[in-house]
């Protein structure tokens, strides 16, 4: 079993919709969650950063952590085709290692 | 937030040469740098980790004097493919992190390698 689980999609969806990307994890011991957004040939781009459960709110972009279920969840309104790229959920709970998830890509059409 | 580059964006070079990637903080002191593979369409790898001032450590099934890794500042850090072959061809992404206990990593925009 993978350490962290997400969806590859692809996520399709109208401008304007609500978009729900998630992933689940197994290691309980996981304390700092990120979302990443990455463009094309790009190198990722830091979204979201939360510690521990709860909701973290930055502009259209709302990061969700429910440790209890081991479920993490980022959540897009008002969804623009600028947003159309590969979301990757990543987290940690050694100092510096990392787990990522294998991306979900999404495309937002106009 | 923390910006990362890197140099060069693109790089074509021939079989058996050596290729040098630069990975830059430009405004936080890199205590941990790491060094990532991506293939098209598929997620990162993790090729090795580099704290600064001491050898990287390399994920299992990279050859480490293949891909040399340098961090001799907390602000730079090189990549080096030795003798480049064509399956060395790729998408090499850094990443760096401070040496706070709640910092994350940033992405460099990553270095398109390839090899004839």
């Known amino acids: 079993q993978k350490e962290v689980e997400q969806d590859p999609g692809p996520l399709s969806v109208p401008e304007g919709a609500i978009v729900s990307l998630n992933c689940t994890y197994s290691?309980?011991?996981?304390?700092?969650f990120m979302w990443y957004r990455q463009y094309s040939r790009k190198g990722p781009e830091l979204l979201m950063y939360?510690?521990?459960?709860g909701n973290k709110e930055d502009g259209r972009f709302t990061a969700q952590v429910d440790k209890s279920s081991k479920y993490i969840s980022l959540f897009i309104r008002d969804s623009q085709p600028s947003d159309s790229a590969t979301y990757l959920c990543?987290?940690?709970?050694?100092?510096?290692?990392?787990?990522f998830g294998s991306g979900t890509k999404l495309n937002v059409k106009p | 937030g923390a910006v990362v580059s890197q140099h060069p964006s693109r790089v074509i070079c021939k079989s058996g040469t050596s290729v040098k990637i630069e990975c830059r903080s430009l405004?936080?002191?890199?205590?941990?740098m790491f060094w990532y593979r991506q293939f098209p369409k598929q997620s990162l790898m993790l090729m090795a980790t580099?704290?600064?001032?001491?050898?990287?450590?390399?994920e299992q099934g990279v050859e480490k004097d293949k891909f040399l890794i340098n961090h001799a500042s907390l602000t730079l850090s090189t990549l080096t493919v030795t003798s480049a072959h064509p399956e060395d061809s790729s998408f090499y992404i850094c990443?760096?992190?401070?040496?706070?206990?709640?910092?994350?990593?940033?992405f460099g925009p990553g270095t398109r390698l390839t090899v004839l």
């Open positions: 939360t510690y521990s459960s």
């Open positions: 580099s704290n600064e001032g001491s050898k990287a450590t390399y």
């Open positions: 405004d936080f002191q890199a205590t941990t």
């Open positions: 990443s760096a992190k401070s040496s706070g206990a709640t910092d994350t990593q940033y």
């Open positions: 990543a987290m940690r709970y050694n100092f510096n290692k990392f787990y």
């Open positions: 290691n309980s011991a996981f304390q700092y």
